[in-house]
Protein backbone atom coordinates (compact mmCIF):
# COMPACT_ATOMS: atom_id res chain seq x y z
CA UNK A 1 0.00 0.00 0.00
CA UNK A 2 1.34 3.05 -0.81
CA UNK A 3 1.49 6.74 1.30
CA UNK A 4 0.59 9.87 0.14
CA UNK A 5 3.73 12.56 0.45
CA UNK A 6 2.40 15.83 2.30
CA UNK A 7 3.51 18.56 0.41
CA UNK A 8 3.13 21.90 0.11
CA UNK A 9 1.51 23.79 -3.08
CA UNK A 10 0.63 27.05 -4.68
CA UNK A 11 -2.41 27.61 -6.63
CA UNK A 12 -0.96 30.32 -9.33
CA UNK A 13 -4.30 31.93 -9.97
CA UNK A 14 -5.23 33.22 -6.63
CA UNK A 15 -1.77 33.08 -4.55
CA UNK A 16 -3.15 30.48 -2.24
CA UNK A 17 -1.00 28.23 -0.49
CA UNK A 18 -1.72 25.05 0.78
CA UNK A 19 -0.33 22.90 2.53
CA UNK A 20 -0.05 19.29 3.49
CA UNK A 21 -1.32 18.42 0.33
CA UNK A 22 -1.48 14.71 0.02
CA UNK A 23 0.51 13.66 -3.23
CA UNK A 24 1.31 10.29 -4.90
CA UNK A 25 4.99 9.99 -6.48
CA UNK A 26 4.60 7.67 -9.76
CA UNK A 27 5.92 4.09 -9.02
CA UNK A 28 9.40 3.33 -10.25
CA UNK A 29 10.58 2.25 -13.12
CA UNK A 30 11.61 -1.18 -12.53
CA UNK A 31 15.48 -1.79 -12.64
CA UNK A 32 17.21 -3.41 -15.27
CA UNK A 33 20.55 -4.95 -14.66
CA UNK A 34 22.93 -6.03 -17.86
CA UNK A 35 23.37 -9.67 -18.49
CA UNK A 36 26.57 -11.19 -16.62
CA UNK A 37 29.68 -11.62 -18.67
CA UNK A 38 29.26 -15.60 -17.34
CA UNK A 39 25.74 -15.77 -19.22
CA UNK A 40 26.97 -13.96 -22.31
CA UNK A 41 30.21 -16.37 -22.93
CA UNK A 42 28.18 -19.36 -22.83
CA UNK A 43 29.60 -20.76 -19.78
CA UNK A 44 26.33 -22.70 -18.70
CA UNK A 45 25.57 -25.86 -20.64
CA UNK A 46 22.15 -26.59 -21.09
CA UNK A 47 21.11 -30.38 -21.48
CA UNK A 48 18.48 -31.23 -23.80
CA UNK A 49 17.40 -34.42 -21.64
CA UNK A 50 14.84 -33.96 -19.41
CA UNK A 51 15.98 -34.07 -15.60
CA UNK A 52 13.47 -36.39 -13.66
CA UNK A 53 14.14 -36.81 -9.58
CA UNK A 54 11.49 -39.80 -8.25
CA UNK A 55 9.77 -38.69 -5.18
CA UNK A 56 8.73 -40.92 -2.32
CA UNK A 57 5.28 -42.58 -2.48
CA UNK A 58 3.25 -41.40 0.21
CA UNK A 59 -0.06 -43.14 1.09
CA UNK A 60 -2.95 -40.57 0.78
CA UNK A 61 -5.38 -42.86 3.15
CA UNK A 62 -5.99 -42.15 6.73
CA UNK A 63 -6.46 -44.94 8.72
CA UNK A 64 -9.73 -43.20 11.36
CA UNK A 65 -12.26 -44.83 13.17
CA UNK A 66 -15.84 -44.69 12.70
CA UNK A 67 -18.29 -43.77 15.44
CA UNK A 68 -21.17 -45.34 16.00
CA UNK A 69 -23.85 -45.08 18.68
CA UNK A 70 -24.28 -47.12 21.34
CA UNK A 71 -26.99 -49.47 21.87
CA UNK A 72 -27.95 -50.03 25.35
CA UNK A 73 -30.43 -52.68 26.75
CA UNK A 74 -31.24 -50.94 29.57
CA UNK A 75 -34.60 -49.77 28.67
CA UNK A 76 -33.79 -46.27 30.43
CA UNK A 77 -35.01 -44.41 26.54
CA UNK A 78 -37.68 -46.43 26.31
Same mark, same amino acid.
Given at each position: ??? $????? @??????? &????????? /? #???????? $????? @??????? &????????? /? #???????????????????? &???
Amino acid at each position: LRQ $PTLTT @WIDSKDV &IAYIDVPAF /S #PPAPPVQT $PPSLE @WMSGSFL &ISSAPSIVP /S #PMISLTVPSSIATPATTETG &IFD
